[in-house]
């Protein structure tokens, strides 16, 4: 952005929001003392606060600052004795209000020992008289800047008033607090149906009795589950010393060291501490003292094995009295083993109208549908039968329908699909794709959810497809998201049914292989041909099969350009990799050396952790990523 003419900055739409609060201050006015204390006690309320530390060097701000102006449901801005000396508080102040202007951004000012009017007449220290000429509109836009933010309702803080400090800076953050949790209950207007179902456990949760309350959310994969218990955790949240959300527990504990990692989050986030380790079966006995101390509360996502229950909380005692537990699965048999079956909250599907409200801000955005439109969209929502994401896939896809007859056109092929298949209700999304968007789709089903987004563009790339256009188009179409988590690199989403629904096309078309016992019978019965494009698996399910593997010719796989396997094993004793190549990782490579027919010229990523490979057999200026370690 063009820092030297920040009235010019451009105001999209806004991005996804990242942070409750960012602060804009003086850092040599208020960082040691005041704003440190706010800062403090708005932590401390669980307002998630963005504050930036560096000193000020030069005039300009960088991209970096100005997307966490953007990515903030509120501005706190601290007008102090010599903000309006700083260019680059200037400069965050006019960009706050056009974000305020641009897509309704709260701010609050804060007068901290310093009058209104002066800022608002610019006065004193915020006289702006003696700046540069060249500065001519930049002055202007700073004034009406000031001027705008000075006759907002907001705090004003001087010792003549008789109250402390840190009663003041009490007041503010609970006033954050009640504005912050009003916009938490407009955000539940785009979330069909939901409202009921929240009151709904927030009765079984039983928020203001003593004692520990645990409280599962059981239902079928697409129906809403993790969106509720979200709605419900940042609603709640401020309530509690210390939160934790833990998402997709399923899948993530099914990685290396999954679930070991997760409790590691969970004690973490209940100590307020970095870097936990604890590599024992069971948790210490001096930290389970301390995770008993703070009131917290839990979310466990998409829980699907009794080991995980075990593994994360446990006996329900280890936690501190008022605290609560949430816990989403598919399966109720599992949570009743947790869980008192009467705090147990099943998720139903939308009712018609509900439905029909869902289908229709996806098939026609802000936009109300003509009464030519109205009977076809109730025969849709009718088929899908209230399934929230069936309905906001298929919404979006008839979303490109230009006229009635498209509609007409697409309806008919919604219609060949048999009901109560969700996945082939939303196979009719993936068939309007082009071939890249779908072999782009079938890759990320496969192999990539959960991987960060820039990583799996500059993959795709590499394989001459089209990655960013490719991921921007599945985003449009519902098929996939970017997760919105504060500590999320933009790892990339996507539903466990359209999952199952591009692993099922994948396995039609034998395109890709990634179930164990798949890979063995082409390998074994040297079936490759040139359909098979991508090969993940783990050497270790075969072994659980009872069957060897000890020549491995992946040679005859001409198209293959994607090779995982994991994890260190001895069986194979020898090896035919195709050249057509791009990615290859092998977790402990047994052999030492790759075939000696092999060309890796065409690799861009080489990832053999473990090997015992010796010698150069790749372009480092081709190959982006190694790893051999």
């Known amino acids: 952005m063009d820092s030297s003419s920040p009235s010019s900055l451009p105001f999209p739409a806004p991005l996804q929001e990242k942070y409750d609060v960012f602060l804009s201050f003086r850092g040599e006015d208020t960082r040691d003392a005041f704003t440190s204390h706010l800062h403090k006690a708005l932590l401390g309320k669980n307002i998630d606060t963005y504050i930036d530390n560096r000193l000020e060097k030069g005039d300009d701000i960088g991209p970096t600052l100005l997307e966490a102006i953007e990515k903030s449901k509120l501005a706190l801005v601290i007008f102090s004795k010599d903000y309006a ?50 500065r001519r509109d930049e002055v202007a836009n700073w004034r009406a800047a000031l001027e705008e933010a000075a006759n907002m309702s907001g705090f004003h803080y001087s010792s003549k008033t008789g109250r402390t400090e840190a009663d003041f800076v009490e007041e503010v953050a609970q006033d954050v607090l009640t504005k912050l949790n009003r916009e938490s209950s407009n955000d539940l207007k785009g979330l069909f149906g939901i409202q009921r179902k929240i009151e709904k456990i927030e009765s079984l949760l039983c928020l203001d009795s003593p004692g520990v309350c645990c409280v599962g959310i059981w239902g079928m994969g697409g129906i809403g589950k993790t969106t509720l218990a979200d709605a419900v955790f940042h609603r709640h949240s401020s309530k509690f010393e210390v939160c934790c959300f833990l998402a997709n527990v399923r899948e993530n504990s099914e990685q290396t060291n999954g679930l070991h990692q997760l409790r590691n989050k969970l004690v973490g986030e209940i100590l307020k501490e970095k870097d936990v380790n604890i590599d024992t079966p069971s948790i210490p006995p001096r930290i389970q003292v301390r995770l008993g101390r703070p009131k917290a509360l839990i979310v466990l996502d998409d829980v699907n094995a009794r080991k995980q229950l075990e593994y994360l909380v446990g006996d329900h005692d280890r936690f501190c009295q008022g605290s609560r537990i949430i816990i989403t699965a598919r399966d109720k048999g599992l949570l009743e083993q947790k869980v008192d079956p009467a705090k147990i909250f099943s998720v139903e599907g939308l009712g018609p109208e509900e439905a029909l409200e869902l289908f229709h801000s996806h098939a026609f955005g802000n936009k109300s549908p003509t009464t030519d439109y109205t009977e076809l969209s109730r025969e849709v929502v009718d088929y899908i039968k209230g399934i929230p994401l069936a309905l906001k896939v298929m919404g979006s896809s008839f979303r490109r329908c230009k006229s009635k007859q498209e509609w007409e056109v697409q309806w008919k092929k919604v219609k060949r699909v048999p009901i109560g298949e969700i996945q082939k209700v939303l196979r009719v999304s993936y068939d309007g794709l082009d071939d890249n968007g779908k072999e782009i789709f079938l890759d990320i089903a496969c192999f990539h959810k959960g991987c960060e987004r820039n990583d799996v563009e500059r993959m795709l790339d590499g394989c001459d497809f089209f990655g960013e256009a490719g991921i921007n188009d599945l985003i449009d179409r519902s098929l996939i998201s970017i997760s919105k988590e504060r500590w999320s690199k933009g790892q990339i989403e996507m539903h466990d049914l359209v999952q199952e629904m591009g692993r099922a096309i994948a396995r039609e078309q034998h395109s890709r292989l990634f179930i164990a016992e798949d890979v063995y019978q082409v390998l074994i019965n040297d079936q490759g041909d040139g359909h098979v494009q991508a090969i993940s698996f783990d050497l270790y399910e075969i072994e659980k099969l009872h069957l060897e593997l000890e020549h491995a010719n992946f040679k005859k796989m001409y198209q293959l350009r994607f090779l995982h396997v994991s994890p260190f094993l001895q069986s194979i004793v020898s090896l035919d990799l195709p050249n057509s190549l791009r990615f290859l990782a092998w977790n402990g490579y047994p052999l030492k050396s790759l075939p000696s027919k092999f060309s890796a010229q065409n690799l861009i990523v080489l990832d053999m952790s473990f090997n015992k490979v010796r010698g150069q057999l790749w372009n480092e200026d081709q190959v982006y990523y190694i790893c051999l370690f």
């Open 85 to 134: 000396s700083s260019t680059w508080c200037l400069k965050e102040l006019v960009h706050i209000l056009g974000c305020k202007k641009s897509y309704g951004q709260i701010v609050i000012p804060i007068f901290y020992r310093i009058d209104p009017s002066h800022v608002r007449k610019q006065q004193g220290t915020y006289a702006l008289e003696d700046r540069p000429l060249k």
